[in-house]
């Protein structure tokens, strides 16, 4: 996965990330357009229920059928987004485990992920992450520059 990402896209993907602000916004990518999504931590995840959506993303079950389904469509999702209102773009212990497989030996979906670092008043930083077989993990791919939305 190279760390290009559409200006547009990257665009539409921070624009998201601040009408959400400060909660997190998650969705996905596909080569020509965004999916927004709605985060439904708080009101659906059973695993956390002490962290709020300022702290955390899970998409809603109706739009991650969807992404499923869309896998194998004609421009199926290859980046799933999500931002941190804490202005700071990383791969957090929870975002790692959550997008790996359960069995542990892969991605749980087929596609890299986008964490955007937004704060009261820009958009810090974006980093994409994509699997690596050979580290059995998720590696930085792209640091991207932030930018005032």
């Not at 990330?17 to 965004?34: M, N, Q």
């Not at 199926?76 to 791969?91: E, K, L, M, T």
């Not at 986008?114 to 077989?133: K, Q």
Request: proline share 7%.
């Amino acid at each position: 996965m190279s760390g290009e990402i559409r200006a547009d896209l990257l665009d539409a993907v921070y624009r998201e990330a601040r009408k959400a602000f400060p909660y997190e916004c998650c969705g996905w990518l596909t080569s020509d357009a965004i999916r927004p999504c709605v985060n439904a931590q708080g009101d659906e995840h059973p695993t956390a229920p002490e962290r709020g959506a300022e702290t955390a993303y899970v998409i809603a079950g109706t739009d991650l059928l969807e992404l499923a389904r869309t896998l194998d469509g004609p421009d199926p999702p290859r980046i799933i987004y999500h931002s941190h209102p804490n202005g700071r773009a990383y791969f957090s212990k929870t975002d790692r485990e959550v997008a790996t497989s359960p069995w542990g030996d892969g991605p749980a979906y087929p596609v890299a992920h986008l964490v955007v670092g937004i704060d009261a008043s820009r958009v810090v930083e974006a980093a994409l992450y994509a699997w690596s077989d050979e580290q059995r993990g998720w590696v930085e791919v792209a640091r991207l520059a932030g930018a005032d939305v």
